[in-house]
């Protein structure tokens, strides 16, 4: 249902284009995406709807609390994540069930928004360990997905944020969305979470490059 709004909603919001590295898309895989704005899921849910996958997303256990979202996540077989809680792991338990079905989850490396208040973009800052320990507790690959200009659309205080919303139908941002070549992560977790991070930075290069942000040229 989330993939379906989301791909309903994103174009009306934005000019959404896509690229990749797949030749064929995996039977399953960890999804990781960098994460700069509230904008940015339904961005990366439309951009993978439109190659037919319909990911299990890991995502903060607050979104459950909304009793009609509850239900759709539920539904849908979504995993809350009760971060910094003894029932954290159990969300790498339900991922790794996920994929062992046959379904592609995505994660997101960093955990968390930049507090940066500015709409330029970024690159991603450093993850923590969920994607290496999902992938090591699973033996799936790690395809790694870039999103620039969300923060277009919802990035800073919340009140910008509500702006951005509603007048994001008029101003159109550009958004670009890169899925990049899976890859199968070494062993060791911080090892591990360096080389997710490089892969999904890459990922985001390419997508920032497209809307030509300083930042991916600068880099």
């Known amino acids: 249902m989330l993939s379906r709004v989301a791909a309903t909603v994103i174009p009306s919001l934005g000019r959404l284009t896509t690229s990749t590295d797949l030749t064929t898309v995996p ?16 961005v990366v849910l439309a951009a993978l709807r439109r ?7 890991l995502a903060t256990a607050g979104l459950w609390r909304i009793p009609v979202l509850r239900y759709f996540l539920d539904r849908d077989g979504h995993v809350p994540v009760y971060r910094r809680t003894a029932r954290a792991a159990d969300a790498l338990e339900q991922a790794a069930a996920a994929l062992e079905a046959g379904r592609h989850v995505l994660i997101y490396g960093e955990g968390r928004l930049p507090l940066r208040r500015d709409a330029a973009e970024a690159a991603p800052g450093a993850f923590r360990s969920g994607p290496a320990r999902l992938a090591a507790a699973s033996g799936a690959p790690i395809i790694p997905i870039g999103q ?4 277009r659309v919802a990035s800073g205080r919340r009140t910008k944020q509500i702006a ?30 360096a080389a997710a991070h490089r892969a999904v930075t890459a990922a985001w290069r390419t997508a920032a490059l497209r809307l030509g942000e300083p930042a991916a040229l600068a880099a």
Do not use: F
């Not at 190659?51 to 997303?57: A, L, N, S």
């Not at 620039?148 to 923060?151: D, P, Q």
């Open 164 to 193: 951005g919303l509603l007048t994001a139908p008029a101003r159109r941002p550009r958004l670009h969305v890169h899925i990049g070549a899976p890859l199968q992560l070494p062993a060791g977790i911080e090892t591990a979470s």
């Open 148 to 151: 620039a200009g969300a923060r």
């Open 27 to 42: 039977t399953h895989g960890i999804l990781v995406a960098n994460h700069t704005s509230l904008a940015d899921p339904g």
């Open 51 to 57: 190659m037919d996958i319909e990911p299990v997303i």
